[in-house]
C-alpha cells in the first residue's frame, strides 16, 4: 500500500512520517540496553542499531494500521 499522509498542504511519504517516529523509540530503546549492560554482548553496535531501528520501524508500521484500520 502507498500512503500519503497530508501535513498542511504538504503530502508526506507514510514510511516518512513512521520513520521520524521510530527514531525517537529507537534512541530510547538503545538507551535502555545501555544502562542494562546488554550492549557488552553485541559483536556490531552499528549493524545492532539498524537492526533495532528497522525491527522498531515495522512495530510502528503494524502499529498505525491498527489503530488507522
Do not use: K, N, Q
Not at 508526506?12 to 554482548?41: C, D, I, M, S
Request: net charge negative; proline share 4%; hydrophobic share 65%.
Amino acid at each position: 500500500m502507498i500512503a500519503e499522509i497530508d501535513v498542511y498542504g504538504i503530502f508526506l511519504p507514510a514510511l516518512l512520517v513512521w520513520a521520524v517516529a521510530a527514531l525517537p523509540l529507537t534512541a530510547l530503546l538503545r538507551r535502555l540496553l545501555v544502562t542494562t549492560g546488554a550492549y557488552r554482548h553485541v559483536w556490531h553496535a552499528p549493524l545492532f542499531d539498524f537492526a533495532l531501528f528497522v525491527i522498531t520501524l515495522g512495530g510502528v508500521v503494524v502499529l498505525s494500521e491498527f489503530v488507522l484500520s
